[in-house]
Nanobody, 115 residues
Framework: QVQLVESGGGLVQPGGSLNLSCAASGFSFGDSTMRWLRQRPGSSLEWVSAIDRTGWVKQYADFVKGRFIISRDNGKNMVYFEMNDLKPEDAAIYYC????????RGQGTQVSVSS
């Protein structure tokens, strides 16, 4: 069955960085566009970024553009999310997902941004 396991979250000060990882299994990873979504406290799930199966085409929500970088390693079935210049409003649970709505996603990893 599909498994997506996120890791790398934690507490960071504003302006800091974190690197998230997502280990994928149980489906044809190399043929799949992968996404990162997030859910901030009191808010609904929102799309943050996507990367196509080749790793060449990347998309970002405006609120993270220029700060976050998505990447993948098809040989390892891994998706990565480099998060730079983190802001308090970036605090959320971050999910790796196969689909844009997050219907098939992992358990998430908590990112906290506070001084």
């Amino acid at each position: 069955q599909v498994q997506l396991v996120e890791s790398g979250g934690g507490l960071v000060q504003p302006g800091g960085s974190l690197n998230l990882s997502c280990a994928a299994s149980g489906f044809s990873f190399g043929d799949s566009t992968m996404r990162w979504l997030r859910q901030r406290p009191g808010s609904s799930l929102e799309w943050v970024s996507a990367i196509d199966r080749t790793g060449w085409v990347k998309q970002y929500a405006d609120f993270v553009k220029g700060r976050f970088i998505i990447s993948r390693d098809n040989g390892k079935n891994m998706v990565y999310f480099e998060m730079n210049d983190l802001k308090p409003e970036d605090a959320a649970i971050y999910y790796c997902s196969i689909d844009p709505r997050g219907d098939v996603r992992g358990q998430g990893t908590q990112v906290s941004v506070s001084s």
